[in-house]
C-alpha cells in the first residue's frame, strides 16, 4: 500500500523568513540570563566552595 501526499512543495520549503517571530513586549533573552537566577548561582557557589575546599586540603595538607 502506497501512501501519497498531496502537499505542494511551497510548504515543505522551511527557510527562516526575513522578520524574527517574536512576542511584542518580549526581549531576546541571551544564554547569561540563566546564571542570573538565584538558585542556580547558590547552587554554583556551593559547589565552587567544595571544590576549593578540597583543592586547598589537597595542597596543603596532604
Known sequence: M?????????E???RPS???RTVPGEGQRGCLFALSQPPLMLFL??????LA???AHDLFWL
Open 45 to 50: 557557589t556551593v559547589i565552587g566552595a567544595l
Open 18 to 20: 526575513a522578520t524574527p
Open 53 to 55: 575546599i578540597c583543592g
Open 12 to 14: 515543505l520549503d522551511e
Open 2 to 10: 502506497q501512501h501519497t501526499t498531496s502537499t505542494p512543495t511551497a
